[in-house]
Nanobody, 126 residues
């Protein structure tokens, strides 16, 4: 599975961005999908995840109510709508894919996702 994230950029605080992640190589319709981010000097952290069907979503506390993860299995893609952006959201954002995750505690673990794409930079200015 190859993953390619896009949609990053520079935005003012309070603004919005929509990240997209296109998968190729095989269908990811049966995969759990996640978004992670990494700021300079920081460890990679969980942002959001979605089950293979889209019925279940999980979010980091820091983005709840502001970010929405969704997927379109027909297009082999996953999205991250980011609203009310804050300077602390500045990071490189990565999408990831993995086999179905049945424990909610595992959604936030990078090790649950064998497939990763190159990141896309999101910069939020104050």
């Amino acid at each position: 599975v190859q993953l390619q994230a896009s949609g990053g950029g520079l935005v003012q605080a309070g603004g919005s961005l929509r990240l997209s992640c296109a998968a190729s190589g095989r269908t990811v319709s049966s995969y759990s999908m996640g978004w992670f981010r990494q700021a300079p000097g920081e460890e990679r952290e969980f942002v959001a995840a979605i089950s293979w069907s889209g019925a279940n979503t999980n979010y980091a506390d820091s983005v709840k109510g502001r970010f929405t993860i969704s997927r379109d299995n027909a297009k082999n893609a996953v999205y991250l709508q980011m609203n009310s952006l804050k300077p602390e959201d500045t990071a490189v954002y990565y999408c990831a894919a993995g086999p179905p995750i049945y424990s909610s505690s595992n959604y936030a673990r990078p090790s649950a996702y064998p497939y990763w794409g190159p990141g896309t930079q999101v910069t939020v200015s104050s």
